[in-house]
């Protein structure tokens, strides 16, 4: 082999390692964070509130409720009842969805704890209308949600919500 014909080698194996690490590397930077560990990015979890905001504006209780793994626990913003099972849930969207909710996150800070479970903690607030008088109002309150991939679908296995405290 002349030194001609191995400095020629030498370049196509070299083009050739170089195109090959520039396509694993495009291919990670489509994947996302994550892609070689199966875990979701901090964007997936946190697109499953907007999911979950879409589902507010259906106003049916039992589409909401459907977010919520069997198991879940619902503390929620205007009540006082912890909610425990799929009836407790429905019943208090049943009344919140009343007030035309539509959500709006400030802060939020995301949390994926492995490929099957996630945090999604911060601070929204939800623009509120009060069914009787049409008056408008907000509230703004802390959440965390806690999500679980179960049979290959994101459900919301903790949710705890309360208004902000006064000063």
């Keep these: 082999m002349t030194r001609r014909s191995l400095s020629k080698r030498v370049a196509v194996v070299t083009a050739t390692a170089v195109v090959a690490v ?7 930077a ?3 964070p994550g892609w070689g560990d199966g875990k979701p990015g901090k964007k997936e979890i946190a697109q499953l509130f907007d999911q979950w905001n879409r589902t507010l504006r259906t106003g049916d209780p039992e589409q909401v409720a459907d977010l919520y793994a069997k198991d879940a626990v619902l503390l ?3 009540s006082n009842q912890v ?9 208090y969207f049943e009344h919140f969805l009343a007030n035309k909710p539509v959500g709006t996150k400030i802060e939020t800070h995301v949390n994926v704890l492995d490929r099957d479970s996630a945090i999604d903690t911060g601070v929204y607030e939800f623009a509120l209308t009060d069914p ?4 408008k ?9 806690v999500y679980e991939k179960r049979n290959g679908e994101w459900l919301i296995v903790n949710h705890h919500s309360s208004k902000m405290p006064e000063g």
């Design 132 to 135: 009787e008088t049409g008056a």
């Design 76 to 78: 929620p913003t205007v």
């Design 83 to 91: 909610r425990s099972d799929h009836a407790g849930i429905v019943d």
């Design 22 to 28: 520039g396509t694993v590397a495009a291919g990670a």
């Design 30 to 32: 489509v994947a996302g």
């Design 137 to 145: 109002s907000t509230v703004e309150a802390r959440y965390t949600y």
